[in-house]
């Protein structure tokens, strides 16, 4: 990961701004670098993956305009061999075709990457800032409005307290131009389906997997794998291991009493001959670990900080003792093929609706959790189940197919591999647990017990009172929000809401956000 940083104002005093930017500084503490251009200043805060030397520190130049960017474009080198007919290249950087992309297509060109990005750049032509996300919203970044009426654009909300009055998450799949927001891709909306076999689904699917790990496989820098022992990880370490041929290097994490995903990870790692390393975690580990937690995340949502509590533990792990800088995961499989609660739908089209509003959201929930969990860790996180065109076929397939009529979540994506023996049947075809619950159902008991110990009944009702947005629900969604409050005073609709399953759905209207509460949990957490 990197941070970036760009503002449209000559007003803020270096010293104000450089304490800001430097917030998020472990995104990226290889090398800093703030320029003035004409009309503020852009930062950049350099994890290097890509191109490991000087050359490739940004903000790169092109004729007078600039550009900061946190990303990975893949396929970029034979793009840059394009381009060398007319550019000259200092680096090894993806980032550095930019420019060159910009000159020649516009605006245009974010339509046309295939890349998890945030950017900023100069136009030397328009003299003012231009910003973009990637269509999912996998890497972060952030906006407001400063005192003086300027734009300021980061990569962490974090960046931007004290700076602007009201800091918005920039939607996913948009760029900001002259002065308004442009939507340039919608990965949720199709608009015709896939009228398939499941035979052909699930072909189309495994080699589209197989294309989105692979490409992610391209760093300069050592990489590492999350293991949880669920199925998304576990695939994602299969077809890495398989593809490079060689050891790769594995991390579990449970607690210390009754982690559920350790033996499958273990038996999952076994299978696929890696490098295997588990984090023992206490309740004690989880508790000094919530506070720093909700500062990291920017959010008081209580699914997204039950699950970054051992994501951020086994991350720091990694940074502490290996040389490790990225970590694929498995994030989005869920939000794409379902959840638990998503087998409660009344019908293809409303599993589709619920589909596509996860999308849609989820630069605000598992990615969040993804990227921050990473990223504080000075790692970078890459996501396959996110690449856009496995993301655009999935979402394509008719609905129908991919609800639970298996009596198997994610069904087609098991399938999918069923003929590879990527992993032991055990784990391929094992029920779905909650990674928050995997950990171990012990670390949710002890985040609601010193919950419950915090408030008596009736703080609880006088203090959540005071909230009108999201306004928590359980003593354990007060906690959060009141930590949230202290580092994020008045930001909340930095996120939508809580995430929950879907409330008007029958078997759904539930207190808690677990699948453990649903009654077709079953032995998934066993």
């Known amino acids: 990961m990197c ?26 503490p290889d090398m800093s670098r703030m320029i003035e251009v004409e009309c503020g200043y852009l930062g950049f805060h350099r994890l290097s993956i890509m191109g490991l030397d000087a050359r490739g520190m940004q903000p790169f130049e092109l004729d007078g305009s600039y550009v900061v960017c946190n990303g990975e474009l893949y396929g970029f080198r034979p793009v840059r061999e394009r381009l060398k007919a007319k550019y000259s290249f200092q680096g090894e950087s993806d980032c550095e075709i930019l420019l060159p992309l910009y000159r020649e297509y516009g605006l245009e060109m974010f339509k046309a990457l295939d890349a998890e990005f945030a950017l900023i750049i100069y136009d030397a032509q328009r003299k003012s800032l231009v910003a973009a996300r990637d269509p999912i919203g996998i890497r972060p970044l952030y906006y407001g409005v400063l005192k003086d009426g300027g734009m300021a654009f980061a990569s962490e909300p974090k960046n931007l307290v004290g700076l602007c009055e009201t800091i918005l998450p920039f939607p996913p799949g948009c760029y900001w131009a002259d002065g308004e927001f442009t939507r340039y891709a919608d990965p949720a909306h199709v608009d015709q389906f896939q009228m398939t076999s499941i035979d052909d689904a699930c072909s189309h699917l495994r080699q589209l997997l197989i294309e989105g790990v692979e490409k992610r496989l391209d760093a300069d820098a050592p990489v ?18 398989k593809s490079l041929g060689k050891k790769i290097r594995t991390f579990s994490i449970g607690m210390d009493v009754d982690a559920i995903d350790l033996k499958y990870a273990r038996m999952v790692a076994d299978f696929i001959g890696s490098d295997h390393t588990e984090v023992i975690i206490s309740e004690k580990d989880v508790l000094d670990a919530l506070e720093p937690v909700v500062e990291l995340l920017g959010t008081y949502d209580i699914t997204t900080i039950r699950a970054s509590i051992g994501m951020y533990l086994v991350c720091k792990y990694i940074h502490e003792n290996t040389d490790v800088r990225v970590l694929l995961t498995g994030e989005i499989s869920d939000e794409l093929f379902g959840y638990k609660y998503t087998d409660f739908a009344p019908d293809a089209a409303a599993f589709q609706e619920e589909a596509e509003k996860r999308i849609r959201e989820l ?46 979540g994610k069904y087609l994506i098991r399938k999918a591999f069923a003929d590879d023996h990527l992993l032991p049947e055990e784990i391929l075809w094992r029920q779905k647990a909650a990674f928050s619950d995997a950990v171990g159902h012990s670390m949710v008991d002890d985040l609601k017990a010193l919950a419950a110990r915090s408030y008596t009944d009736a703080e609880f009702e006088e203090k959540r009172m005071q909230y009108e947005h999201a306004r928590p629900f359980t003593k354990e969604s007060l906690l959060y929000r009141e930590i949230f409050e202290k580092y994020y005073p008045g930001q909340s609709q930095m996120v939508a809401d809580f995430w929950m399953p879907n409330k008007t759905w029958p078997g759904c209207d539930v207190d808690d956000p677990s699948a453990r509460v649903l009654k077709n949990y079953g032995d998934s957490g066993k």
């Open 3 to 28: 941070s970036i940083f760009g503002i449209e104002s000559k007003t803020i005093p270096m010293e104000q701004m450089q304490a800001s930017f430097d917030r998020t500084i472990s995104r990226g």
């Open 363 to 408: 630069h605000m929930y598992d990615v969040l959790r993804a990227d921050r969990c990473i990223s504080v860790n000075s790692l970078e996180a890459r996501v396959p189940f996110g690449d856009l065109a496995f993301v655009h076929y999935a979402m394509s397939i008719d609905p129908a197919m991919k609800m639970n009529t298996y009596d198997m």
């Open 224 to 241: 590492g794998f999350l293991l949880s022992g669920g199925l998304d990880s576990s695939l994602v370490c299969a077809i890495a291991a």
